[in-house]
């Protein structure tokens, strides 16, 4: 496995469940909102958002922090997500992991960020605090 760069992003982070037919709030639109994953299922209409942002009426996970790996990541590669899931669930760590066309990025508790940054140092990886 290679050694990866993560940013420890500032903030915090929610999770948010909106009605499968809810129009995506405007504002998580703005191009100057940071990061912002919106995911629609059938069932479902999944935010994930600065806590400022959080959307009205959704159910809401609050006290995420953002992680990103560092870089852009090419789509063939394996193993990039798993390890990084490995080294965190042996440290007793959960996550909520999101993917992009360029890279990946996890979700940690804020509750559990400092036992996150060890457990991804201890398996080899930098990790940078902002």
Not at 24 to 35: H, I, Q
Not at 94 to 103: G, R, V, Y
Request: aromatic residues 4%; neutral net charge; contains cysteine.
């Amino acid at each position: 496995m290679r050694k990866l760069t993560i940013d420890v992003r500032p903030g915090e982070y929610v999770v948010a469940r909106l009605d499968a037919a809810a129009a995506v709030p405007p504002r998580l639109l703005d191009p100057n909102a940071g990061f912002v994953s919106v995911t629609r299922t059938e069932s479902e209409l999944s935010v994930v958002c600065p806590a400022e942002l959080a959307p009205a009426g959704a159910d809401i996970e609050s006290g995420w922090r953002l992680l990103v790996v560092q870089g852009t990541l090419n789509l063939t590669l394996t193993g990039i997500m798993a390890a990084l899931a490995g080294a965190l669930a042996a440290a007793g760590v959960s996550l909520f992991a999101l993917s992009t066309f360029n890279t990946d990025q996890l979700l940690v508790k804020q509750a559990d960020l400092a036992r996150a940054v060890a457990a991804l140092r201890n398996a080899g990886h930098v990790v940078d605090k902002t």
